[in-house]
Nanobody, 115 residues
Framework: QVQLVESGGGLVQAGGSLRLSCAAS????????MRWFRQAPGKQRDWVAE???????NSADSVKGRFTISRDNAKNTVYLQMNSLKPEDTAVYFC?????????WGQGTQVTVSS
């Protein structure tokens, strides 16, 4: 079992920045990939960014150049640095991990960007 605990969400003005954190704990053997998703009100949950165990990263076109995913292996933590935030980025952000043939989700953290 893997538990994912998120932090860092909040309210920010358009153009501002936030950094989300997702700390993994529990029976961690290997986390193959960690991802961030987001879900805006009335919308589908969409993929935002991912980082593999090897450190490769990728992000959705909607956030490319503004959001950066990174990790701290010693802390089993993945981060999402969000810069140049737009009101369209307002959503609940979810951390995701794939480990041991299972998938795990964080509880979600609210990010609100005011115009």
């Amino acid at each position: 079992q893997v538990q994912l605990v998120e932090s860092g969400g909040g309210l920010v003005q358009a153009g501002g920045s936030l950094r989300l954190s997702c700390a993994a704990s529990g029976s961690i053997f290997r986390i193959n990939v960690m991802r961030w998703f987001r879900q805006a009100p009335g919308k589908q949950r969409d993929w935002v960014a991912e980082i593999t165990s090897g450190g490769s990263t990728n992000s959705a076109d909607s956030v490319k150049g503004r959001f950066t995913i990174s990790r701290d292996n010693a802390k089993n933590t993945v981060y999402l640095q969000m810069n140049s935030l737009k009101p369209e980025d307002t959503a609940v952000y979810f951390c995701f991990a794939h480990s041991g043939g299972r998938v795990y989700w964080g509880q979600g953290t609210q990010v609100t960007v005011s115009s």
